[in-house]
C-alpha cells in the first residue's frame, strides 16, 4: 500500500474515470489502515472537488450529531451522506487495522459496506441527481484539494465503478484484480517502487506520487503494510481444491468440511483483516464450524490437511 502523512501526501490522477461517471450510479471501494485519533476532521480517501460545490469526496466524516466515531461517507452536490456511527457496524473503521470500505449509488439510493457487510442505507432525496463531476483537471487519492482533509495511513486497493455494485459483487471482488467494462479505474497501490500508481483497469490511467515527476515532500511512501489479505494467502476459490468441499456458502449456523478420507489437520477462520477468529483440529472425514457466536460478515476458511492448504472466502449471514 501506500503510507500517506495525514499532511499533505497525495496521488494526483486524471479525473476521467469520475467525469466518465457523472449523476449516473457507482462503487467507490478502498482498504484503508488508520487511527481516527491521528487523523484531522475529515479524513479522504479520495476526492475531485475544486471548490466545495462540485465534484465530490470520498471519506470519513469527523464527529457529528452525537456520534462516537468518524464516519464513511460521500459528498455529493456539496452535501454528505453518511450513517451515524457507522450504522449497524457501530464501531469506529479508522481503529488501526485494515478495512474494506466501499459506497455505492443505485438512482437515488446510497449503500454503504465495511469489510463486505452492509451497514446502513441513505436516500439521495426525490428530484435531486448531483453529479460527481467536476472541472478539476486531477481526483486526488489521500487528500481534498478545497480543505486540509487529508488521510493518515495506508490506502491501497482503490477502485471506481460506473455501476452501483450489489453486495455478492462487492464481497466477490475484495483482494482481487477484475477486467470489467464497469470499472473506471483501479489502482492497487502496491507497486512498490517509483513515481507510479498504476491503473489495472482497462483505462489504463495511471496515477502519480505527488506533484511533481521526481521526489518531493507531497509524496506517500511505499509501505510493507499488507492488507491485501486475500491475496497474502493465495487464495483460491476451487472447491474441488484437493478433494475438499466447504458448503453451504453463505453460511448461517455451520459450515461443513468434507473430505475424501479421514483427514487430519487444522481449520483457521480468519477475518477479513487476516486475524484468527476460531481455529479446529481435522481428524475425520467430515468436520463442521458452529457460526453461533461469529458476527456475520466476510471471512477467509483456511484448511490445512494431508499437505494440501487451501483457502476459501465464505460469507456468514445472520
Request: hydrophobic share 35%; charged share 20%.
Amino acid at each position: 500500500g501506500l503510507k500517506f502523512d495525514g499532511k499533505d501526501d497525495y496521488v494526483a490522477i486524471s479525473n476521467t474515470s469520475l467525469n466518465s461517471i457523472g449523476s449516473g450510479d457507482f462503487t467507490f471501494e478502498a482498504t484503508v489502515n488508520g487511527k481516527s485519533s491521528e487523523q484531522n476532521t475529515h479524513a479522504v480517501i479520495f476526492s475531485n472537488r475544486q471548490q466545495s460545490s462540485n465534484g465530490i469526496m470520498f471519506f470519513f466524516h469527523g464527529l457529528w450529531g452525537g456520534s462516537n466515531y468518524k464516519m464513511l461517507a460521500v459528498q455529493l452536490g456539496g452535501v454528505n451522506y453518511l450513517i451515524v456511527d457507522n450504522g449497524t457496524f457501530n464501531a469506529d473503521i479508522l481503529d488501526g487495522t485494515c478495512h474494506h470500505v466501499a459506497i455505492t449509488r443505485k438512482s437515488d439510493l446510497l449503500s454503504f459496506y465495511v469489510d463486505g457487510e452492509e451497514f446502513g442505507t441513505k436516500t439521495i432525496g426525490i428530484g435531486k441527481n448531483p453529479t460527481v463531476q467536476s472541472p478539476a483537471t486531477d481526483m486526488w487519492i489521500g487528500q481534498d484539494q478545497p480543505s486540509n482533509s487529508t488521510f493518515n495511513g495506508v490506502i491501497s486497493q482503490v477502485k471506481i465503478w460506473n455501476t452501483g455494485k450489489d453486495a455478492a459483487d462487492i464481497n466477490n471482488d475484495i483482494g482481487f484484480d477484475v477486467i470489467n467494462d464497469n470499472l473506471a479505474g483501479s489502482w492497487n497501490l502496491n507497486d512498490g517502487l517509483g513515481q507510479t500508481a498504476i491503473d489495472n483497469s482497462a483505462n489504463n490511467i495511471d496515477g502519480e506520487l505527488g506533484n511533481s515527476p521526481n521526489v518531493d515532500n507531497s509524496d506517500p511512501t511505499w509501505t510493507s503494510v499488507n492488507c491485501d489479505v486475500i491475496s497474502s494467502l493465495n487464495y483460491t476459490n476451487n472447491k474441488e481444491n484437493g478433494d475438499i468441499n466447504t458448503y453451504p456458502n453463505p453460511a448461517k449456523n455451520e459450515i461443513h468440511i468434507d473430505f475424501e478420507k479421514n483427514s487430519v489437520g487444522n481449520i483457521t477462520l480468519l477475518n477479513i483483516n487476516g486475524h484468527s477468529i476460531l481455529e479446529k483440529k481435522i481428524n475425520s472425514q467430515y468436520e463442521s464450524i458452529d457460526l453461533d457466536n461469529i458476527p456475520s460478515g466476510l471471512y477467509i476458511i483456511s484448511i490445512e490437511v494431508n499437505g494440501i492448504h487451501k483457502f476459501e472466502k465464505i460469507q456468514i449471514t445472520d
